[in-house]
């Protein structure tokens, strides 16, 4: 089956800067790629998603990149805030499957 | 769109009680629901997979006479824990997904929180 290794699992930037959180997946067939944001107690919230045949994907301040290669994605986050302090969770599906496989999750703290 | 509610938001109950947990897309049909369990600091894990009108699948491991799963409708999926022990105690969080519209993303509900005392 699918695993998906998250690194790192915890992140200090300072306001503004930049935050990238990376992922690797070992199954070739898998073809898409959420990532959620989960805030203390609260629900999963997907943040942005990239299909296969995508390699960059972009939303405002948050980026996603995918290398099929390399089977690794990345989500990048810029000028950091406050607010976006929290826990990701990268995740794989291959096509044809319904169950995501998720990440160890990736605790990111955003110092004013 | 993409609603999926979850009650209760919290119980807590004596050892050896059962739960029932519901979980409701509220604007679209479920054609797929997922239940996870999450543990402090750690990652969801998938419990089991359940299809509208037909039998949840079980993740290895997951004991399916202690985890009883319903899904009768295409926008309501029932979790009852059985016979509930302060092991049990957790963080249970469901999901959904269509697979028409919004294929294979899944929306989460807003988690139980369950104590066993």
């Known amino acids: 089956g699918e695993n998906v290794e998250q690194h790192p699992s915890t992140l200090s930037v300072q306001e503004g800067d930049s935050a990238v959180i990376k992922c690797t997946y070992s199954?070739?067939?898998?073809?898409?790629f959420p990532w959620y944001k989960q805030e203390l107690g609260k629900r999963p919230q997907l943040i942005i998603d990239i299909r296969s045949n995508v390699g960059e994907k972009k939303d405002q301040r948050i980026a996603v990149t995918l290398n099929k290669t390399a089977k690794h994605f990345s989500l990048h986050i810029t000028e950091t805030q406050p607010e976006d302090s929290a826990v990701y969770f990268c995740?794989?599906?291959?096509?044809?499957?319904?169950?995501?496989?998720f990440g160890k999750g990736t605790m990111l703290l955003v110092s004013p | 769109g993409a609603v999926v509610s979850q009650h209760p938001s919290w119980v807590i109950c004596k050892s050896g009680t059962s739960v029932k947990i519901e979980c409701r897309s509220l604007d679209f049909q479920a054609t797929t629901m997922f239940w996870y369990r999450q543990f402090p600091k750690q990652s969801l894990m998938l419990m089991a997979t359940?299809?509208?009108?037909?039998?949840?699948?079980?993740e290895q491991g997951v004991e399916k006479d202690k985890f009883l799963i319903n899904h009768a409708s295409l926008t309501l999926s029932t979790l009852t824990v059985t016979s509930a022990h302060p092991e049990d105690s957790s963080f249970y969080i469901c999901?959904?997904?269509?697979?028409?519209?919004?294929?294979?993303?899944?929306?989460f509900g807003p988690g139980t929180r369950l104590l066993v005392l």
């Open positions: 999901s959904a997904s269509d697979s028409g519209v919004f294929g294979e993303t899944q929306y």
């Open positions: 199954d070739s067939a898998s073809n898409y």
């Open positions: 359940s299809n509208e009108g037909s039998k949840a699948t079980y």
């Open positions: 995740a794989a599906i291959p096509l044809g499957y319904s169950t995501l496989t």
